[in-house]
């Protein structure tokens, strides 16, 4: 059999010259191989596409939304914890930096309160200690009885000084800005500045301060760990003196209320061999920047399944979910402050659900990023956009109020529910306030005009673990 026939115009043209000598013929054949090495090598390469392809579409994609401090990294953490607790186990160190930063900042705080006064007291009108890591301001007045800082404080104040360098470091080390987080002038500071078109996001700017983060972190925290544990016992102290509680309290410097709050954890937490626990991890706060994606492939029986009824099931409080799961989850977790909410529109297609988060406990504060904003108002205008926006018709939208332990305790501390909405007829207890912000979100739900398969939420953080165990995989139609 010839390998060219006469009769095909391409075979003609393909065909070597009659007069190929030997060697032009070797030559030839040896590159006609290598050509075809490279093409196989294409193939099995777009064969690996096509699979990674497949395989990803039969992954859940979930987005997570809501404002800065609302709760969604907290919550990709739980998720992460329940579903895949190996993976969690393995990460669990990496976290004890962010921890420290988080004391240290707190301790700083406080220290910058000290500073402020002069002994004998001079009256000082700013509130600006009354601030999370992000500067959340609570509306809290000033009253300035006289007080009295001791030799002792002094001291406390000149042991701890080493622990500003030991912030800077940890920040430098860990990618934290150490000014104004929200100092982006290029963008709408809109609640919703998604709603038009926008630039792509840059999730490579979002990988490489991901992976400053975990260079510098190893570099410095060998000798931030030495410092904090020999400053163990004077944090302690300044902690627990009484002279500094009433000067916070007079100052309105809530520190149990900022994010990554571990004053009360000095002695766990300042020692040389100390690993965060679960519940550290979950607490410590660590703002995200950009758009991170993080896989979860759920473990073997992390989930449990009852009451099987055909493909449908009922979960503990009687809403109907599929009996089966998908296992392979990418969950996109993004910075909420509004300057970067400009990049969340990208991330619109091909979801399976949001996951929104509006902390309810935030009624009395106002963003860092824009002081005239109430925070609670900017939650509930960004979940009107997000359920009723065109885009996002499709997907499914889970809510969860949460912060409820916040709220719970605002509200027994005394802080008013009510002098933050002058219409409402009477001061609310916590049920009643979780009921009425039920209800706002619940309006929107109705306005978008969709099945109630579409919308869920969830609002009690006690049964957080519970919930995400036992329904939440199954609220999501297998794929
Ligand atoms: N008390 C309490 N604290 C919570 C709850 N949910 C989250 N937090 C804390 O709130 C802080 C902020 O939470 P994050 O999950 O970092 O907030 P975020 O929405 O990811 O914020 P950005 O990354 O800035 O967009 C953390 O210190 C959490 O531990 C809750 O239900 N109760
Ligand atoms: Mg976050």
Same mark, same amino acid.
């Given at each position: 059999?010839?390998?060219?026939?006469?009769?095909? +115009?391409?075979?003609?043209?393909?065909?070597?010259?009659?007069?190929?000598? +030997?060697?032009?013929?070797?030559?030839?054949?040896?590159? &006609?191989?290598?050509?075809?090495?490279?093409?196989?090598?294409?193939?099995?390469?777009?064969?690996?596409?096509?699979?990674?392809?497949?395989?990803?579409?039969?992954?859940?994609?979930?987005?997570?939304?809501?404002?800065?401090?609302?709760?969604?990294?907290?919550?990709?953490?739980?998720?992460?914890?329940?579903?895949?607790?190996?993976?969690?186990?393995?990460?669990?160190?990496?976290?004890?930096?962010?921890?420290?930063? #988080?004391?240290?900042?707190?301790?700083?705080?406080?220290?910058?309160?000290?500073?402020?006064?002069?002994?004998?007291?001079?009256?000082?009108?700013?509130?600006?200690?009354?601030?999370?890591?992000?500067?959340?301001?609570?509306?809290?007045?000033?009253?300035?009885?006289?007080?009295?800082?001791?030799?002792?404080?002094?001291?406390?104040?000149?042991?701890?000084? +080493?622990?500003?360098?030991?912030?800077?470091?940890?920040?430098?080390?860990?990618?934290?800005?150490? *000014? #104004? *987080?929200?100092?982006?002038?290029?963008?709408?500071?809109?609640?919703?500045?998604?709603?038009?078109?926008? +630039? !792509?996001?840059?999730?490579?700017?979002?990988?490489?301060?991901?992976?400053?983060?975990?260079?510098? %972190? #190893?570099?410095?925290?060998?000798?931030?760990?030495?410092?904090? $544990?020999?400053?163990?016992?004077?944090?302690? $102290?300044?902690?627990?003196?009484?002279?500094?509680?009433?000067?916070?309290?007079?100052?309105?410097?809530?520190?149990?209320?900022?994010?990554?709050?571990?004053?009360?954890?000095?002695?766990?937490?300042?020692? $040389?061999?100390?690993?965060?626990?679960?519940?550290?991890?979950?607490?410590?706060?660590?703002?995200?920047?950009?758009?991170?994606?993080?896989?979860?492939?759920?473990? *073997?029986? #992390?989930?449990?399944?009852?009451?099987?009824?055909?493909?449908?099931?009922?979960?503990?409080?009687? !809403?109907?979910?599929?009996?089966?799961?998908?296992?392979?989850?990418?969950?996109?977790?993004?910075?909420?402050?509004?300057?970067?909410?400009?990049?969340?529109?990208?991330?619109?297609?091909?979801?399976?659900?949001?996951?929104?988060?509006?902390?309810?406990?935030?009624?009395?504060? !106002?963003?860092? &990023?824009?002081?005239?904003?109430?925070?609670? &108002?900017?939650?509930?205008?960004?979940?009107?956009?997000?359920?009723?926006?065109?885009?996002? %018709?499709?997907?499914?939208?889970?809510?969860?109020?949460?912060?409820?332990?916040?709220?719970?305790?605002?509200?027994?501390?005394?802080? %008013?529910?009510?002098?933050?909405?002058?219409?409402? @007829?009477? &001061?609310?207890?916590?049920?009643?306030?979780?009921?009425?912000?039920?209800?706002?979100?619940?309006?929107?739900?109705?306005?978008?005009?969709?099945?109630?398969?579409?919308?869920?939420?969830?609002?009690?953080?006690?049964?957080?673990?519970?919930?995400?165990?036992?329904?939440? @995989?199954?609220?999501?139609?297998?794929?």
């Amino acid at each position: 059999m010839t390998l060219f026939s006469d009769a095909d +115009p391409l075979s003609i043209a393909w065909a070597p010259p009659a007069n190929e000598t +030997p060697e032009a013929k070797a030559d030839r054949l040896q590159r &006609e191989a290598a050509a075809q090495r490279v093409s196989d090598a294409i193939d099995e390469s777009l064969r690996a596409e096509s699979a990674a392809l497949k395989k990803r579409s039969k992954v859940v994609k979930i987005l997570l939304l809501g404002q800065s401090e609302s709760g969604k990294s907290t919550l990709l953490k739980n998720l992460q914890m329940t579903y895949a607790p190996k993976a969690w186990d393995e990460q669990r160190t990496s976290w004890r930096a962010v921890i420290q930063l #988080n004391l240290i900042r707190s301790i700083n705080i406080i220290l910058d309160v000290l500073c402020s006064i002069s002994p004998p007291h001079t009256p000082n009108t700013s509130s600006d200690y009354s601030r999370s890591d992000d500067g959340h301001k609570t509306n809290n007045p000033s009253p300035s009885p006289s007080f009295r800082l001791t030799d002792r404080h002094t001291l406390l104040r000149l042991r701890l000084g +080493p622990l500003r360098g030991v912030e800077e470091d940890l920040r430098r080390g860990l990618g934290v800005s150490f *000014d #104004n *987080d929200f100092a982006d002038t290029e963008h709408e500071q809109w609640a919703t500045p998604f709603d038009g078109p926008q +630039p !792509t996001a840059d999730a490579g700017a979002a990988r490489v301060a991901k992976e400053s983060r975990k260079e510098g %972190k #190893n570099a410095c925290l060998d000798d931030a760990t030495g410092i904090i $544990a020999s400053c163990a016992e004077d944090m302690k $102290a300044l902690w627990e003196d009484e002279t500094v509680r009433a000067l916070l309290e007079d100052k309105g410097v809530t520190l149990w209320q900022n994010a990554g709050f571990f004053l009360d954890d000095i002695e766990r937490i300042a020692v $040389a061999g100390y690993v965060p626990t679960d519940s550290d991890v979950v607490r410590a706060r660590l703002r995200t920047i950009g758009i991170q994606e993080h896989s979860i492939t759920f473990e *073997d029986d #992390n989930v449990t399944i009852e009451h099987e009824e055909g493909g449908r099931r009922k979960s503990k409080d009687g !809403t109907a979910v599929w009996s089966k799961y998908t296992r392979d989850w990418v969950i996109c977790d993004v910075g909420g402050c509004r300057t970067s909410r400009h990049a969340w529109l990208p991330y619109f297609t091909d979801l399976t659900a949001i996951l929104f988060l509006a902390p309810v406990s935030c009624f009395d504060e !106002t963003l860092s &990023e824009d002081p005239d904003v109430n925070r609670l &108002e900017d939650s509930l205008t960004l979940w009107a956009a997000i359920i009723q926006s065109p885009l996002l %018709k499709k997907v499914m939208m889970i809510l969860f109020l949460n912060k409820c332990d916040l709220l719970d305790r605002k509200l027994r501390a005394g802080v %008013k529910f009510r002098k933050y909405r002058p219409g409402d @007829p009477g &001061e609310r207890s916590f049920g009643a306030v979780l009921l009425l912000l039920s209800h706002m979100c619940y309006r929107y739900e109705c306005h978008s005009g969709d099945s109630t398969d579409r919308i869920h939420s969830f609002n009690n953080q006690l049964r957080l673990h519970d919930t995400l165990r036992d329904d939440f @995989p199954y609220l999501i139609p297998p794929i």
